[in-house]
């Protein structure tokens, strides 16, 4: 929150300012510690704000977030202390979210907490799962390593969400196009022959009939279609963002054919590499799963994973609970296992994530060769329906000697 003060400097001059901070009592804090003797402190309020207004083009890229943990990594090496390698990477920050949180941070740190603790603060932006891994290195000491191993995991994270993305986009670009082309012959072609054939009072083919009734029709309710696809889509994601929607949701997406599975895949690459990072890390299982299920972003499995929680804290072990549910495979469940005997559960969980990556990537390209001709097949069928609609109706015409 950005703080509007009035103060006397250490020259006995009188100067205002604004100064960023977590609560008036931190701006109050910072101020002293900088020197300042306050006369006025309160909040500022804008009498207009663009990053409220347009919150979109001020949110935090994870690519962003993946920078200042390698940044902040790289100074703190340096033999840099944490409050004034965070006011370096502020002052070059030109994300304004990014920024006034690194303000708000800084003004904690030297209000006597820790940047574990700071940073937990904002959730949206530093899961907890992050924050237990920082408190963990400010703990070892080893603060510098635990930044560099996070960095790492996010930019593996965003790798794989961008190779998915990219294999969905040609197919949604067919098939935008493919909406486009229809469209124009409903609207503007049909149109145009069936006034022509109406002049000409002549007997159409049935196939032409279909086509131009259903182009009629669709035309004549084309607004109470559009409105009914908006309040589907509404109200379909209103239930979605119900805690029982979005399970239903989570748990129908699994079931799809295809589809389904890499969605699986692609959540258990993501909870064996989670898991690994915060085992090798050095916290124990019971804190484990919680953070892992906090961060999942599927709630049919999270609440899988709850109940191995709750049976491994009866003494069960990890495998054998994950063994009973029909979420985690019997490959992923026989590693577990191997590396709870040996010992090694890091690194067998490390192997699953990169078997699973594997995997869901080729599944990913078999999805993507398997819609694209069946989208190229449903267009070609739609437009030469169209096509064998207007031929029919000229021979037709010809027939009747026209």
């Not at 915060?278 to 299982?285: D, N």
């Not at 709750?310 to 296992?337: A, H, I, N, T, Y």
């Not at 267009?379 to 015409?397: F, K, W």
Request: proline letters at 4%; hydrophobic letters at 50%; aromatic letters at 8%.
């Amino acid at each position: 929150m950005v703080y509007v003060y009035i103060a006397y400097s250490e020259k006995e001059e009188l100067v205002k300012g604004k100064l960023a901070a977590a609560s008036e009592v931190a701006a109050a804090e910072a101020l002293n510690y900088a020197g300042y003797q306050v006369v006025s402190l309160k909040p500022f309020v804008p009498f207009f704000s663009i990053d409220k207004l347009f919150p979109s083009l001020y949110r935090v890229k994870t690519s962003e977030i993946i920078l200042f943990f390698r940044e902040l990594a790289l100074l703190l090496e340096s033999g840099i202390d944490v409050v004034t390698s965070l006011d370096l990477l502020q002052s070059q920050m030109s994300n304004r979210t990014l920024k006034r949180i690194c303000a708000d941070v800084i003004s904690e740190l030297r209000s006597g907490n820790q940047l574990s603790s700071a940073l937990d603060k904002f959730p949206a932006i530093f899961p907890s799962m992050y924050c237990r891994l920082l408190a963990i290195g400010e703990q070892s000491g080893n603060l510098e390593a635990i930044l560099r191993q996070m960095a790492d995991y996010m930019e593996k994270e965003v790798v794989t969400a961008k190779q998915v993305k990219g294999a969905l986009t040609y197919p949604l670009i067919t098939f935008g196009v493919a909406i486009v082309v229809v469209g124009i012959l409903v609207t503007f072609v049909l149109p145009t022959f069936s006034k022509l054939y109406v002049s000409l009072g002549v007997q159409l083919p049935l196939i032409t009939r279909i086509v131009i009734g259903v182009a009629e029709k669709t035309r004549a309710f084309a607004l109470h279609i559009i409105l009914g696809t908006f309040v589907t889509a509404a109200v379909g994601y209103a239930y979605v963002r119900t805690a029982g929607g979005r399970y239903n949701w989570d748990r129908l997406l699994l079931r799809i054919p295809i589809i389904g599975r890499v969605v699986h895949l692609n959540e258990l690459t993501r909870y064996c590499r989670s898991m690994s990072l915060l085992v090798h890390a050095g916290l124990p299982l019971t804190e484990i799963l919680p953070l892992v299920v906090k961060g999942s972003g599927n709630k049919a499995m999270a609440k899988a994973l709850l109940d191995v929680q709750q049976d491994m804290v009866m003494g069960e072990g990890l495998s054998r609970p994950m063994s009973k549910s029909g979420f985690f495979p019997p490959m992923m469940v026989r590693m577990v296992k191997v590396g709870e005997e040996t010992g090694n559960l890091d690194t067998t969980l490390l192997t699953v994530a990169k078997t699973y990556e594997t995997d869901t990537e080729d599944r990913v390209r078999s999805l993507i060769a398997l819609i694209q001709p069946a989208l190229t097949l449903v267009t070609g069928v739609v437009v030469g329906l169209i096509a064998l609609s207007l031929s029919a109706a000229m021979y037709s015409i010809y027939g009747q000697g026209f």
